[in-house]
């Protein structure tokens, strides 16, 4: 079945270290997301792709960087710069980049600091 | 600009009972909505939308919703409860000509009673 996979589905981050969350996508969708969701306040968006090699910041990406080298694939650091990472991360996927497109969800990953 | 407004984080009812979600939105431009399920350490996934068209929209697991333009709202309604509801609700709005454009509300959190 086609899907989005994240992994891994639990992570802890020391201080002053760079963690990198795994998203994969085999839907052949060419837009993907990367949201940040707190207890009380929804989602937020940290970052975008829409095509491969192309992406760009959403309403929160201080502390994060992404890349796009593949379609299927669009993975999401949390750099040393992000004070309070701890929260959990779902990634999605859409088709296209219309306005009435379905999200597609992972299961997330909850990240902690120790 | 656009917002969406989930009245009640947390909405208790029996099992069998009504379910009424509240969402009100507001939009520049006629909006896309929808209402998104996530269950307990999982992602997303999609119950319903409106994009044009008929302003009631039925969903899945028996859930509909109705755009009423003149409210501003889409409430999220369920005849009768079931125990397996038990999850968080999301609504959400787009506008624009792409999905990076999505909104998401606070969420309202279910709890169905025996």
């Known amino acids: 079945d086609g899907g989005i996979t994240q992994s891994p589905k639990y992570l802890f981050r020391k201080e002053g270290q760079n963690v990198t969350l795994s998203c994969e996508q085999n839907l052949n969708h060419d837009a993907m997301y990367w949201y940040r969701q707190d207890p009380g306040q929804g989602l937020r968006l940290i970052y975008y792709s829409q095509i491969v090699n192309d992406f760009q910041k959403g309403d929160i990406a201080e502390g994060y960087s992404v890349s796009r080298e593949k379609k299927e694939s669009f993975p999401l650091t949390v750099t040393s710069a992000q004070k309070n990472p701890t929260a959990f991360y779902l990634c999605?996927?859409?088709?296209?980049?219309?306005?009435?497109?379905?999200?597609?969800f992972g299961s997330g990953t909850q990240l902690s600091v120790l | 600009a656009q917002s969406v407004t989930q009245l009640g984080s947390h909405v208790s009812v029996s099992e069998g009972a009504l379910v009424l979600l509240r969402c009100n939105y507001s939009s520049s431009v006629p909006p896309y909505l929808f209402w998104y399920v996530q269950y307990p350490n999982q992602g997303l996934q999609l119950l319903l939308k409106?994009?044009?068209?008929?302003?009631l929209v039925k969903g899945i697991n028996g859930f509909e919703a109705e755009f009423k333009k003149s409210e501003t709202s889409f409430h999220l309604t369920k005849p009768s409860a079931h125990m397996s509801d038990a999850a968080e609700y999301f609504c959400a709005v787009s506008e624009g000509s792409g999905t990076y454009k999505y909104i998401f509300g606070t969420g309202t959190r279910l709890k169905v009673l025996a």
């Open positions: 999605a996927s859409s088709r296209g980049q219309k306005a009435n497109e379905k999200l597609f």
């Open positions: 409106y994009t044009t068209g008929a302003t």
